[in-house]
């Protein structure tokens, strides 16, 4: 008899509570009862804390009552701990993201994620646009926000660690953003990193200009270490010249606007423009070979299949069709960014 009793006393008296407690919390989120949605959420993850749809519903529960930096962090653990469908989850974290304003976040994830690993169709498109979005409103707003103790050594700003990862990238247009934003925070925490950038062979080197610029207009009185397209040597910031000055760069310039400017204005201020943007990814070096010719030439035929005008450049001497490309793409990605 004390063993039936027994028995009896360790019978679990709500069986499938768990799946008792799941329903409720998404028939009290359908009905906007958001506090109750969360209170079953809640219960559930107590006994089960890796239930999938559980955490899901938490995360969906904390969103509607408004407490976004908590569904962060716990989106944030269900995607390093692969809790639930992964993709479906990253789309709710950036959405939560761009309800923070955090859009340099956003865009260092989604870019982290597109190196990493495909993207299913039915997702890509709207994680790219959603990449774009992100970059355009910090191209046109900025993000004030973006600050961080130099002392600090436990939990730094995200948005300078999603800055710092940006410029770590690959992608030169992710390069060019972080650099720009970057740029706000001063010499002071910013000179280290851009330094060590721009010895990095594989870092763009309009990107690498962009820091140039920066240091001059800084005043900063020191020699760095800069590496372009195969040049390396070490330069004077506070002797660096301007780029309008240098001669063969007036050079090529006068040859350009004595070809085209009667015969074909438009033309001229593209390529002007083609022409003034690669010696400013150059600079401070100088074209090799210094053929003038050669480069008044290649910024013409350039400038003309950036307009659609020539397509063609087989009977082209490989030299000049070498030269060609690299002011195409160059242009290209100046227009991207």
């Not at 944030?76 to 701990?81: A, H, V």
């Not at 939990?155 to 300078?160: C, E, G, K, V």
């Not at 007036?250 to 002007?272: C, G, T, W």
Request: hydrophobic share 40%; with cysteine.
């Amino acid at each position: 008899m004390t063993n039936d009793k027994s028995n009896k006393n360790n019978i679990i008296r709500f069986p499938n509570l768990n799946g008792r407690l799941l329903e409720k919390g998404m028939d009290s989120l359908k009905n906007k009862k958001y506090d109750e949605a969360l209170s079953c959420f809640e219960q559930l993850l107590h006994s089960d804390p890796m239930h999938s749809q559980g955490n899901l519903g938490l995360v969906l529960s904390l969103i509607e009552l408004g407490r976004l930096h908590e569904a962060k962090l716990r989106c944030d653990r269900m995607l390093k701990e692969g809790i639930g469908e992964y993709y479906d989850v990253l789309q709710i974290y950036l959405s939560i993201l761009v309800q923070l304003s955090e859009y340099i976040t956003v865009v260092s994830v989604i870019e982290a994620v597109l190196e990493e690993q495909k993207i299913p169709a039915d997702k890509a498109e709207t994680f790219y646009q959603l990449l774009q979005f992100s970059r355009k409103v910090i191209e046109q707003e900025g993000v004030p926000e973006v600050k961080k103790d130099p002392d600090a050594t436990v939990s730094p700003n995200p948005d300078f660690q999603a800055l710092k990862e940006m410029l770590s990238s690959e992608r030169a247009d992710s390069q060019w953003l972080a650099v720009q934003q970057l740029k706000r925070l001063g010499p002071e925490l910013t000179v280290p990193m851009f330094e060590s950038f721009l010895v990095d062979e594989k870092k763009h080197p309009a990107v690498k200009s962009l820091i140039l610029q920066y240091l001059k207009e800084n005043q900063l009185n020191k020699l760095v270490k800069i590496e372009k397209y195969g040049q390396t040597d070490e330069v004077d910031i506070a002797k660096l010249p301007e780029l309008n000055e240098h001669p063969f760069y007036k050079e090529v310039k006068r040859l350009i606007q004595d070809e085209l400017e009667q015969e074909n204005p438009s033309l001229l201020d593209i390529a002007l423009a083609v022409w003034k943007d690669y010696t400013l990814a150059l600079y401070p070096f100088s074209p090799k070979p210094e053929n003038k010719l050669l480069w008044y030439e290649a910024s013409v035929l350039a400038a003309s299949i950036l307009c659609g005008i020539e397509e063609d450049m087989e009977n082209e001497e490989e030299e000049l069709q070498h030269a060609v490309k690299l002011l195409v793409e160059l242009e290209r990605f100046y227009m991207q960014t």
